[in-house]
């Protein structure tokens, strides 16, 4: 069975200070890793994934993550935070092994990001 | 183009009527997904849809009743609904085979009365 834990149910930070956003996944098989944004009364917006490749993947916004197989995480990262990214933050997995149907997402509880003035 | 479109934006309805929220995406992606998401949760999978084919039903209550009509279209037919149902109703497409990411709509605000 698959899992993810969202380690921080809220955040809050100081605009133009760091973001850090933390996820850790549990998993038979190597998973695909996501991060996706949302924004109240909004659908959810892709940030960024890692399939697989780079370990350090870079998203939209300025948001970044990197993926550690030995610490089972994939935390969320931004090196200045600006107002526009208070918002709630899923982190989310689909197993890794092959197969031609469509996959079912495991979601995070989610992390609301507060940014202060 | 990487929108999924829903509508309508909000919805009111008593327990007795009949309802239908729709979905429509033209990414060419052959899966579909309804969600139900409430207040400060994660969003929670309703019906998966594969080549136009209901594939995963998460034991949805039968008031409840998704479609898929064409490749594009989706649609969730809500009928003698309950005040608990009152959520975010979420549309998701993504393309088949390898994983890959879901595309989400902006939501139905449903609200039962």
């Known amino acids: 069975a698959q899992s993810v834990t969202q380690l921080d149910s809220h955040v809050s930070v100081s605009e133009g200070t760091p973001v850090l956003l933390r996820c850790n996944y549990s998993s038979s098989y190597s998973p695909s890793l996501f991060w996706y944004v949302q924004h109240p009364n909004k659908g959810l917006q892709l940030l960024l994934k890692?399939?697989?490749?780079?370990?350090l993947v870079k998203g939209i916004n300025g948001f970044e993550a990197e993926f550690k197989k030995s610490e089972t995480s994939f935390h969320l990262t931004k090196p200045s935070a600006h107002m526009s990214d208070a918002a709630e933050y899923f982190c989310v997995a689909v197993p890794g092994y092959s197969s031609g149907s469509a996959r079912q997402l495991t979601f995070g509880s989610g992390t609301q990001l507060t940014v202060l003035p | 183009d990487t929108e999924v479109t829903q509508t309508p934006k909000h919805l009111v309805m008593g327990m007795t009527n009949k309802k239908s929220l729709k979905c429509e995406q033209h990414m060419g992606h052959r899966a579909m997904y309804w969600y139900k998401q409430k207040a400060k949760k994660p969003p929670e999978l309703m019906f998966v849809y594969s080549y136009e084919k209901l594939s995963i039903n998460e034991s949805v209550p039968s008031r409840f009743s998704p479609e898929c009509p064409n490749s594009s279209l989706l649609n969730l037919h809500l009928h003698a609904l309950q005040p608990e149902d009152s959520a975010l109703y979420l549309c998701?497409?993504?393309?088949?085979?390898?994983?890959?990411?879901?595309?989400f709509g902006p939501g139905t605000r449903l609200t039962v009365t």
């Open positions: 890692y399939t697989s490749a780079a370990t």
């Open positions: 998701a497409s993504s393309r088949q085979g390898m994983v890959k990411e879901q595309y």
